[in-house]
């Protein structure tokens, strides 16, 4: 049996890394068609102003793109290094997304982003504005067929489980390109992406109007910040992955843990706008409530019933229940696939073998099960309420806080007296970690909330891991500390010196701080 | 659809492709950046010598990454069990890796010239572990790799991450980190001109001749010493893949089988060696463009003979043969084979027009000249 401090620190591993590399995913995804956008301009106007906007902040750009480059191989490289028996049990279907990707948008994405830097004299206007269109085509499609994948692990549609081959099989590739849940997360992701560029050009816009330097500069980087990011911020809370909440029953248990909704209300549920939830009796100690809400934003109805975690888990149980006779009945056709009566079983049990496997965690055969073993792993089957409750909560609040700020930045950026309102020039500086944490906090959400699974209802995740010793692990965490926390400091530290110097970093001679050859 | 056997073929190819692919465009600024501190001797020299793949080499890491991502979507096995079973040894590519892209970006942005100095061995580092790591992966494959499954295919691996620097893995180290490194080094040939071009043609010189010597002597030393494997059972292509109901035995010379039965096959490792002659006369000779293509067949010629030797197997189980992976038993699913060879046939040619493209229109020699004028923009 795979011991637990192995399970743990693989999916510290992975966590870390994944927060790390969408630390920078966001900035690119957003801050490319704030580029584009910007030498749309040049090219429909011809002042050099645009030009030297796409350029130096595509330097910044630049720097953070090279951290999410490094960062992400770590994550193609780690399911096969830590997740080994993943890899074997949905690779078929997984593994799928993962390969278009590389060959539908990275390799466009990347060799842009080189003609991107190194074109601008070798290319007409027009050609390199087309450059710059395809290598943010190929960084969004990059974040479709990424999110597909992860789409498939909460809502894994089109496959099927053969007790031959011991692991999942597409049968339907349309069905998990077409997955509900991947569509509603691409638009939810790449829009915050978009909020997190047009954050990052307001706020260092809004520095240099501060100290006024740069202005024309500033003040044209800002208006367009300020009116891509509203459109942004609009798209992400509307669009959110509200949505997509009642497709599958993973997104249903994520939906009740982070609602902190223990019982099934009558339709339309209220929404808890503040609860202090009680883990232990399946209870919110206070709860401020307000009527229908949760209903209608959930189910966008006005009758259907959003399950809670009670109920939840009664279903739940059942199906663990039933998950022992599949995964008895599959031990037997392992030893022999022509043995009838084990085919018949498990055919009749099958849709509930993730379910039987979520025992593995307790007992390696099935004749040292007990009722508090199958007690346990029920309650397994729901993600802590407390940390989806808040997360979920922090990342509502700072969408809407962005909301503000980016109305209030299109207001007066309509009126055009942005300039000389110290107030909301700061306010716009110090916004600048919140699409970063949002971000943070929203993988979180999805992440954490499809537990105890890796596939939600397939395969569980402490039987996902690879055989390694826990010593590996530690090494190998140890390794990633360092090297990322290395790699950090250097690009913080060049992305502060160059956001400082400003635009006289590229050496025109029309800006202030000149760079000097 | 095409039947399961053809498929299960063609994605043997097709993965050959790919690493064929990943060797040849990731291969020559892998080369480069082993040969950054040595042919170039100031800074200006330095600068040349990354710019010459400066708009390039991000293009070119995505064959490693799709490289990984058509193994972990056609053989999902090998992908599990090669990725968590070399564990410490594909963190050490990983981490080589990490060096490149903030190598290259970075580099240039400080004047400081301890900085820039410190990232030019970072971009050695970069350069030189990964083909060393993947030479010493296929020594390894060849003499078998100590896993095993359970009844429900968890893999385990019960060897070192040590172990695996055995003599004859680490000879295949030296071939492929040669093959690479020259391969760069023509490519520099190719983009630069006066000393570092000099130079270059120098390294080409040498590092041919190792490549040469050492694929030879890692020939000769698997004909003598290395028993391969064999399937005893009757192969099934069209089966659903189960890579625990075949019997595989160990058997002295099973390497040269398939050399034995299609002698046309011998051509791979004569166009290995020819290559490498062929593109150091015409670097010499200054037709520096057919040169790089002359060294690319010679990687094709270096793969293909590994490939070519190790059919139908793809990693060979030391610990129990049986559980050995093939291009019979470790692929996915007919239909995801399918969907992945229709998205392979239909953006491959695509990807290959557009990098083309970007080859063109950076094309040229760079110069210490460019690199002055270009000082804030250029790496």
Known sequence: ?517 | MLDYESLKLIWWLLVGVLLVGFAIMDGHDMGVGTLLPFVGKDDTERRVVINTVGPHWDGNQVWFITGGGAIFAAWPLVYATAFSGFYWAMLAVLWALFFRPVGFDYRSKISNPTWRKTWDWGLFVGGAVPPLIFGVAFGNLFQGVPFSFDDHLVSTYSGSFWALLNPFALLCGVVSTAMITFHGAIYLVHRTQGEIQWRALRAAGFFGGLMVLSFVAAGVWLWMGIPGYVIQSAVEGGALPNPLAKTVVREAGAWFANYRAYPATLLLPALGIVGVFAAQALARSGRSMAAFWASALAIVGVIGTAGAALFPFIMPSSLDPRASLTVWDSVSSRLTLNIMLWATLIFMPIIILYTSWAYRVMGGKVTAAYVRENSHSAY
Not at chain 1, 240 to 266: H, I
Not at chain 1, 461 to 489: D, I, Q, R
């Open chain 1, 1 to 517: 049996m795979v011991s637990e401090q192995l399970v743990d620190l693989s999916r510290l591993q992975f966590a870390a890394t994944a927060l790390y590399h969408f630390l920078f995913v966001p900035l690119t995804i957003g801050m490319v068609w704030m580029l584009v956008i910007m030498e749309s301009v040049y090219v429909m106007t011809g002042k050099p102003l645009y030009k030297d906007m796409t350029r130096f902040w595509g330097k910044l750009f630049g720097i953070n793109f090279a951290l999410g480059v490094t960062t992400g191989i770590t994550l193609e490289f780690q399911f096969g290094t830590n997740w080994a028996y993943y890899s074997h049990y949905v690779g078929d279907i997984f593994g799928a997304p993962l390969a278009i990707e590389g060959l539908m948008a990275f390799f466009l994405e990347s060799t842009m982003i080189g003609l991107f830097f190194f074109g601008w004299d070798r290319l007409s206007r027009r050609q390199h504005l087309l450059v710059t269109v395809l290598m943010a085509v190929g960084t969004n499609l990059s974040a479709l067929w990424i999110l597909i994948a992860n789409g498939w692990m909460q809502n894994p549609v089109g496959a099927e489980f053969s007790y031959v081959t011991m692991r999942m099989e597409m049968t339907d590739f349309w069905a998990v390109v077409f997955n509900p849940d991947a569509q509603a997360k691409f638009v939810h992701t790449v829009s915050a992406g978009y909020v997190t560029g047009a954050m990052f050009v307001l706020s260092i816009s809004s520095w240099y109007l501060l100290r006024r330097r740069d202005v024309e500069f500033a003040k044209r980087s800002f208006g367009i910040a300020a009116a891509f990011g509203f459109a942004s911020v609009c798209s992400v809370i509307v669009l959110g992955d509200e949505s997509g909440y009642t497709v599958g029953e993973a997104q249903q248990t994520k939906l009740a843990a982070m609602e902190a909704m223990w019982e099934t209300e009558p339709a339309p549920a209220p929404f808890n706008l503040i609860a202090i939830p009680n883990e232990a009796e399946m209870k919110n100690d206070f709860a401020i409530e307000i009527p229908w809400v949760m209903g209608i934003i959930g189910t966008r109805s006005l009758d259907k019933q959003i399950p809670g975690i009670k109920e939840i888990k009664a279903k739940n149980r059942e199906r663990i229940v039933s998950g022992i006779e599949a995964v008895t009945a599959l031990d037997a056709l392992r030893r022999d696939q022509n043995d009838e009566a084990a085919r018949r079983e498990f055919e009749e049990h099958k849709a509930d073998l993730g379910f039987g496997l979520l025992l593995k965690k307790y007992v390696s055969h099935f004749d040292q099960l007990t009722p508090e073993i199958i007690e346990k792993a029920v309650n397994d089957t729901v993600p802590r309420v407390a940390p989806m409750f808040w997360s979920f909560r922090l990342m509502v609040a700072l969408g809407f806080a962005m909301l503000l700020l980016f109305g209030l930045a299109l207001w007066h950026s309509v009126k055009g007296d942005f300039a000389d309102k110290p107030w909301l020039l700061r306010a716009a500086l110090y916004s600048l970690p919140m699409p970063w944490i949002a971000c943070e906090v929203g993988w979180f959400v999805a992440e954490y909330g499809r537990q105890p699974w890796t596939i939600y209802g397939v395969l569980p995740t402490h039987l996902s891991v690879s055989t390694l010793s826990v010593e590996s692990l530690y090494g190998s965490l140890a390794g990633f500390v360092g090297f990322y926390t290395v790699l950090l400091v250097v690009e913080m530290y060049l992305m502060i010196k160059f956001a400082k110097q400003g635009p006289g970093s590229l050496g025109t001679g029309r800006y202030a701080n000149e760079a000097h050859a």
